[in-house]
């Protein structure tokens, strides 16, 4: 069983997950902010839809985008001499577009389910946008934005279908876990197949149980911290 699947895997979902994380969370916090519910439908709608449609169509589409004959493929290819499809960066894109959905659909429910009363209150003693996002929302929320990275982290690990379309199947260099599985079974390595499974299954479960540990610990000591300093009138600095 070779190593460089697991290790393209863990480099791309690893990736993946630290620009979709960030992405995510600034996302949600500005569809969040948003005052008319038909603009934020709307957004949101667009911003979900990788959720809802198959892999080899959000492939596709990324082909279209960063083709070589595509307007954006051949000026990243003329001026910049970067070729998207099928490279390493390509296994990045699918995995940030297919698992963002995951991530932002969990950072915006975390952030709605903030009591509104603590924000009103932390505008009450002072503390403006950026600090009441900083002090109050992500550490109320980060319990559900921390599910919503596992998830994504996860989705990016086991991304197959937009991945095979843009990235393609090259060994040592755009082959994901997912992609030497679909290789060892169609040529009948069934027991290196299940190596690869087992691997993937082990990362998942550790990935979860370690960050749902993390996430329990964290929010409880960040709930009772942001009720204590608000009760206070405490301005933070």
């Known amino acids: 069983m070779s190593f460089s699947p697991i290790l393209i895997s863990l480099k791309t979902a690893s990736l993946a997950i630290l620009i979709t994380f960030i992405l995510g969370i600034f996302t949600a916090y500005i569809v969040v902010s948003i005052k008319s519910k038909g603009l934020k439908m709307v957004i949101d709608g667009i911003l979900t839809m990788p959720l809802v449609l198959p892999p080899t169509v959000i492939g596709f589409m990324l082909l279209a985008i960063f083709g070589v004959n595509r307007p ?5 290819l003329d001026f910049l001499g ?32 903030v009591d509104e009363t603590l924000i009103m209150a932390a505008r009450t003693i002072g503390l403006n946008e950026w600090k009441i996002f900083w002090k109050i929302m992500m550490p109320l929320a980060l319990p559900g934005v921390l599910s919503g990275g596992i998830l994504s982290f996860a989705r990016g690990l086991g991304e197959f279908g937009a991945t095979a379309m843009i990235a393609g199947n090259i060994a040592g260099k755009t082959q994901t876990l997912p992609m030497a599985i679909y290789s060892e079974v169609a040529a009948g390595n069934m027991e290196t197949a299940r190596g690869y499974v087992w691997v993937v299954l082990t990362l998942s479960f550790f990935v979860v149980v370690s960050m ?16 204590e300093r608000l009760m206070e009138g405490e301005e933070w600095a």
């Open 212 to 227: 749902n540990y993390f996430s329990v610990k964290r929010f409880d000591k960040s709930k009772s911290n942001a009720s």
């Open 72 to 76: 954006i493929g051949r000026l990243l």
């Open 82 to 113: 970067v070729k998207i499809v099928f490279s390493w960066t390509a296994t990045v894109i699918a995995a940030i577009v297919i698992s963002f959905p995951l991530m932002y659909r969990a950072a915006r429910g975390a952030f709605e389910q």
